[in-house]
């Protein structure tokens, strides 16, 4: 913890190819620090690092007031269409041991599209590598941010019957990291108040895990 009043969440983000790492990240920053569009090939070639400003009166711990501040790591889609598994493994591994070795909480977001089934689970890269850098204790500090959850109102379905249909391989994955998860909506919600909501979710998520940090060789 850096400060006695402050808070630092160091994010993570792990996801495939157009899975919207980037967008996501974006939000969670209040900002445009990662550059982001459709395309048919992977965006994203090397780690960024971008970092909120400071949300003061943002939560109360131990009877004070708390400033948050948010850093995000942004990642190359794995698999990638251009990069090797191996090229993009030790790009990820170097920014986690530059950027996260410092002061703060850590929380892994997997993302994941409302909209597209997840693989299974001993076949998703993504997962697979969130297992060999963060060690075994990977599931304490992972949660799922679901993007395109806008498709379920399409679908007419609510979150929870969106769960409660969900294959085996999500199911699972859910059940392994304690069903931590956030769904984000593109239109539905204004994107200061998405954000917001976004924030207290991950707090929550961290204070469970009773505010433990990660530390990377």
Known sequence: MSGSAEMIIN?????GTQSGKSSAGNSLLGSMDFPSCLAPYSMT???????????????????????????VLDTPGY???????????????????RHFGQDGLHLALLVLRADVPLCEVEECSSIQLMQELLGPAWKNFT??????????????????????????????????IQHRYIF?????????????????????????NCYQALYFK
């Open 143 to 176: 949660a799922i941010l679901f993007t395109h959850a806008e498709k379920l109102e399409e679908a007419q379905l609510s979150e929870e019957e969106y769960l409660h249909t969900a294959s085996h391989s999500l199911l699972t994955l859910l059940n392994s």
């Open 45 to 71: 070639k090397v780690c960024s690092l971008g970092r909120s400003c400071q949300i003061p009166h943002f939560m109360r711990r131990g009877g004070k007031e708390m400033t948050l501040k948010i850093q």
């Open 79 to 97: 698999p990638h269409s251009s990069l090797s598994q191996e090229l993009v493994k030790q790009e990820v591994k170097e920014a986690l041991a």
């Open 184 to 208: 984000q909506y593109n239109k539905k919600i204004p994107l200061k108040e998405q954000r917001i909501e976004t924030l207290k979710r991950i707090v929550e998520y961290v204070k469970e």
């Open 11 to 15: 994010l993570a983000l792990f996801g």
